[in-house]
């Protein structure tokens, strides 16, 4: 048998704990490098934003998923064994006969209705027409779809300093320029953002598009104030821009008032709002949409090419949303992440309470955790990953290290004491850190581990 070739990224075998096949006849052969034949796009690219090593992982504060305690299996599996039964072999094709093709570029005519309404409920003042959703496969092919509609070299994007990765490089794949604006803890700030505008258009460069999480920002959790999403709007009205909001996190209240959206607060129809079940239901449904004007949607639909959304799960999701369950599955998530979120702030201040800033989020996923300077912000990566901590170093959301450590902790996923032991261990690599304490690992970063 042929030795199996390495799969390099990063200079690391991802393939690491596969035992290779030896064969003595080929000993002498060198190893097929695949790496070798990586497009510019796969060499340049960031590495996976995943840890590499599940099984040494006891404590999950990395990725932002919903928790599997919410997750509505028996209404799932009982609305899809009745589409099954009742629908057939229509519920596994392309396409359902009755209404075309439009089911395989902008999503089955039912579901699109759902969601309009469910948009309309989220987006008080919103008239959403179906012809103005595009059901995708997650809210991230939403992204995607929309930054090749819009978007080519020349042109300007602006997203907040830290923001979601996926984004930014399906910004960055379009030849686009990508201005990354100001913080605070209300999220962007809009002189920066004019500051930017101002600076593109010194560049020669067209602003095109203002990219934004508004409620509950990725990685930050910071809500951005009404009156500066007015301000916002006027600059995208001022500069002829397209502005989208990302809408992912915005179901997640715990306390604080809400905060009216950008799609609602448009009087142009120049903001499009992506969005997706995976939090409110389950990340496995793979159903995601971006809500617009239909003429704003079309360019979307003009673009893809993945021959459509999943129909089954499509059919599952319109039954599940018109049987009026989503109300209360969201609140069900609400009642079991606010005490995650009360635990994981208090549990910080125990544990780590001398050596982080932080601020409680209102909602969404994640704590937003900054070191005091001074600490060796790689060197307490390396401890906490000794002591099965996975979480999601600050710089990979913004792809700048300016020596300031920044961590973004997803709480909503683990148990209140997986909660409580996984910042009692942050806490004790931080005190290994500040003792000089050296870890098992080089301390590279998460992103080389």
Known sequence: MRSRPRLLFEGHDIFAATPEIKDDSLEEKPLFEVSDLFAPL??????????????????????????????????????????????GKTA???????????????????????IAGF??????????????IIVTNGSVQALALAA?????????????????????????????????????????????LADAIAEAKSQGLRPKMIYTIASFQLPTGTVLPLERRKQLLDLANLHN?????????????????????????????????????????????????????????????MVRQDLGPNQWVGRVMEQYVREGLMPAQIQ????????????????????????????????????????????????VQAHAYDRGIAMRPGEMFSGQTNGRGFVRLAFTSPSIAEIEDGMQAFGASIDATLAGERPSIEPTGYAKL
């Open 42 to 87: 796969a060499k340049n690219g960031t590495p996976p934003y995943f840890h590499r090593n599940p099984p040494h992982i006891k404590f999950d504060f990395d990725q932002g998923s919903p928790s599997s305690e919410v997750f509505p299996v028996a209404d799932l599996s009982r609305i899809s064994d009745e589409i099954l039964a009742r629908d």
């Open 92 to 114: 596994l094709d392309y396409m359902d006969p009755n209404y075309g093709y439009a089911d395989i570029t902008i999503g089955w005519t039912p579901l699109r209705e759902q």
């Open 119 to 132: 948009v309309e409920s989220r987006n008080p003042g919103v008239t959403q027409s179906p012809d103005g």
């Open 148 to 192: 090749t509609a819009y978007l080519s070299t020349g042109d300007a994007v602006f997203v907040e300093g830290a923001s979601f990765p996926f984004g930014l490089r399906y910004f960055q794949q379009t030849g686009a320029t990508t201005f990354g604006i100001a913080m605070d803890h209300q999220g962007l700030l809009i002189d920066s």
């Open 241 to 301: 821009m397209l502005v989208i909001e990302d809408a992912i996190y915005s179901p997640f209240r715990y306390s604080g008032e809400p905060v009216t959206s950008l799609y609602s607060l448009d009087t142009e129809g120049r903001v499009i709002q992506s969005d997706s079940f995976a939090k409110t239901v389950a990340p496995g449904t793979r159903i995601g949409w971006m809500a617009g004007s239909p003429e704003a949607i079309l360019a979307l639909a």
């Open 332 to 379: 069900r998530s609400i009642d079991n992440y606010t005490p995650k979120r009360d635990a994981t702030a208090a549990a910080l201040k125990k544990y780590c309470g001398d050596h982080v800033t932080f601020h409680t989020p209102d909602g969404g996923f994640y704590f937003w955790v900054e070191l005091e300077d001074g600490i060796d912000w790689p060197l």
